[in-house]
């Protein structure tokens, strides 16, 4: 009974070493070390963020980026091999980021990249190259463009301060020339997208005139207004406009948009919507004011261009007197291209223009041994067992 016993506890005993054994051995095969954290360095001493190498395996990695407030990124070049002779590099020793084989360019400038996944290495540790464009975001330089007076017009001519279609004013009651006390549409519709008022962004109403010389047959003018911006990473940005009684506005090559006043047959004809053929513009719906994102912006000269239009807002060419208190037209009167009448259908044509751009890069590499080569790049080791 005695060797029973103890062979029963003998193969107990054999069999939780054995257990214990297994246990240990998937644990141990499972086990992988943890992400190894370098820092991302720019123009060599300063640290703009972080380059996490994390394995996935005993034969894979992934790699990401995170940078630090006041930093973005726009391109990302990523190696990872076996050995420092398996990531692109010169005779002379320096790496090639163009041709390492994963990586990113970003339209915006971004705070984080990656994952980035390396599979199929079969020794460990592995060799990491990370490098990075990144940009200061203390550089940024705002340009703004306004609506003013002096605004090349049809090519040749300069813009002058215009009526500002008023708030609550009954025409053809409204103030003579430009009163920038009496509230525009323009100051009541661009508080609503974030600006202040009166005259959002200093814009100011401008047309060839100050009151139209054709308020009833309708008139087009095109503005054009050239600006630079420094060389850099451009950020984009917005314009705002509207313009008594329609409008298309473009960016260098590129129609930024246009208003809902503006019809098919614009701008070779102005007729109204009312009337039968192919419409120019519409006597409504200027009033409101839109926000288009720049696009084609390129550092260095841009011009905006904008085509307006005015149409009085009767469906024929005969300026009929209107009764307030009667509301109704009592008839046909002679028109005085200077005279106060012509408020009864002003024109005008307001915008604000904001661009940004980051104006300081520098390169940037993922910290740790440098390469043979003369430049400052380095590459880093992760052990995946």
């Known amino acids: ?18 257990l214990a054994a297994l246990t240990f051995g998937v644990s141990s095969a499972s086990a992988l070390p943890g992400p190894v954290t370098q820092d991302l360095i720019a123009g060599q001493n300063q640290v703009v963020g972080s380059v996490i190498a994390t394995p996935l395996s005993s034969t894979s990695l992934k790699v990401e980026y995170q940078l630090n407030a006041g930093w973005c990124l726009t391109q990302t070049h990523v190696a990872a091999a076996t050995s420092l002779a398996g990531i692109p590099h010169t005779k002379t020793g320096n790496p090639i980021p163009g041709q390492f084989p994963q990586g990113d360019t970003f339209s915006t400038c971004q705070t984080s ?13 592995a060799y990491v190259a990370a490098h990075a464009v990144v940009w200061d975001k203390s550089s940024l330089t705002t340009t703004t463009v306004v609506s003013r007076p002096g605004v090349t017009v049809n090519g040749s001519g300069s813009a002058v301060a215009a009526l500002e279609p008023g708030v609550g004013v009954s025409y053809p009651g409204c103030p003579a020339g430009d009163d920038d006390s009496i509230p525009s549409l323009w100051d009541s519709n661009a508080k609503l997208l974030g600006g202040a008022t009166p005259n959002w962004g200093s814009a100011d109403w401008i047309w060839t005139t100050p009151y139209p010389l054709t308020p009833v047959a309708g008139e ?8 630079t911006l420094p060389a850099g990473f451009q950020l984009g940005g917005t314009l705002t406009i509207t313009a008594d009684n329609a409008y298309s506005a473009t960016l260098n090559s590129t129609l930024l948009g246009h208003s809902i006043s503006l019809g098919p047959g614009f701008p070779g004809t102005l007729m109204e919507n009312a009337q039968v053929g192919s419409w120019g513009v519409a006597s409504q719906g200027w009033q409101l004011v839109n926000q288009y994102p720049l696009t084609g912006l390129v550092a260095g000269a841009n011009t905006l261009h904008v085509t307006a239009a005015n149409e009085y807002m009767y469906p024929d060419d005969s300026y009929l007197n209107w ?10 009167i002679s028109i005085d291209p200077d005279g106060a009448t012509q408020c009864i259908n002003p024109a005008g044509l307001i915008y604000n ?3 940004g751009t980051y104006t300081h890069s520098e390169t940037a590499w993922a910290a740790g041994t440098g390469f043979a080569g003369a430049n400052w790049a380095t590459y880093f080791t992760v052990p995946l067992s």
């Open 1 to 18: 009974m005695r060797r029973a016993k103890t062979l029963a506890v003998s193969l107990a005993a054999l069999l939780a070493l054995a």
């Open 113 to 125: 990249a990656g994952p980035y996944t390396f599979t199929g290495l079969t020794t460990t540790p």
């Open 220 to 227: 087009v003018a095109t503005f054009s207004d050239g600006f």
């Open 323 to 332: 009764d307030s208190g009667a509301q109704t037209y009592l008839g046909s």
């Open 353 to 355: 223009l904001t661009a």
